[in-house]
């Protein structure tokens, strides 16, 4: 990504896109949730493959691990000639991320505290990145910012990962419940993000086609036109990301029971 390079993602309602594509400069496409995507990716990269561009383009695929089923498909094993194509197409192989080192997990600490105006001392970086190995001893970016944001919130250390996920969530649902104007308000929007977040996130028009054609039993989800007191229905529609904070936070609904448990039922039906 440079002022060179088109960058950016492709989202899966997008994705068509890709067969009409004539890049005028040098065009880097992300693929993520590839495994997902697997059938069109192929069909994608092997037209791709046979066009002359004029500009250079290149595909990075996005997934949890280069191998299974969904790999081969997309390396169109099964069909020799046309495997041939899309292997003398490719830029690289696989690469496996691996976890950032030490000082690149205290250099994210202090970058997202200071994104949040809050200053660190040396001394407390080093509590934050301590208590971001014990979440994740893998070095993943996202829980060295999990850390960070639990640290920074004024409570005893969580005594792990989920126990640190799940204080985002609360605070991200104390958040909505303060613009809300009452209870009923706060719980459709909750409501209205656990349908998204199973959804994967919607568009305007999808949320509008199922309040339309499914006729949610009243109460349950906000209309079209409700006011959501100063959030942006885009961003509620996008859903709970990433993703194991959306996976946790729906498995939170359903496990709840009572009208909790019985709403997200409802909702995940629809």
């Known amino acids: 990504a440079s002022q060179t390079w088109h960058a950016g993602f492709l989202r899966e309602g997008d994705q068509s896109s890709l067969d009409r594509l004539q890049p005028v400069r ?16 192929s069909d994608a990269l092997l037209r791709l493959s046979q066009r ?10 996005l997934e949890r691990s280069a191998a299974g089923p969904w790999w081969e498909s997309v390396r169109r094993l099964g069909r020799f000639e046309e495997s041939v194509q899309i292997a003398e197409a490719a830029y690289g192989k696989p690469r496996e991320l691996g976890g950032l080192a030490p000082d690149d997990i205290r250099a994210l600490v202090r970058a997202t505290a200071e994104r949040l105006e809050m200053r660190l001392s040396s ?60 209870s009923g308000t706060a719980l459709k929007i909750r409501n209205l993000r656990t349908l998204a977040t199973a959804r994967g996130g919607m568009t305007v028009d999808d949320y509008s086609q199922v309040v339309s054609s499914y006729q949610p039993p009243s109460g349950l989800l906000p209309g079209m036109f409700d006011d959501f007191r100063g959030l942006l229905i885009d961003e509620l529609l996008d859903g709970v990301r990433p993703d194991i904070l959306g996976e946790l936070y729906v498995l939170d609904r359903l496990a709840a029971g009572g009208v909790e448990g019985g709403a997200a039922e409802v909702l995940l039906r629809l």
């Open 123 to 182: 001394t407390n970086v080093e509590d934050i990145a301590d208590h971001a190995g014990q979440i994740d001893p893998y070095g993943r970016p996202l829980f060295a910012q999990v850390a960070t944001l639990d640290w920074l919130a004024g409570q005893r250390v969580s005594t792990g990962r989920d126990e640190a996920l799940r204080r985002l969530l609360l605070r991200m649902e104390a958040q909505a419940a303060e613009r809300a104007a009452d």
């Open 52 to 61: 002359t561009l004029s500009a250079p383009v290149r595909v990075l695929i």
């Open 26 to 41: 040098p065009t880097l496409i992300v693929i993520d949730y590839a495994a997902q995507r697997s059938e069109w990716l």
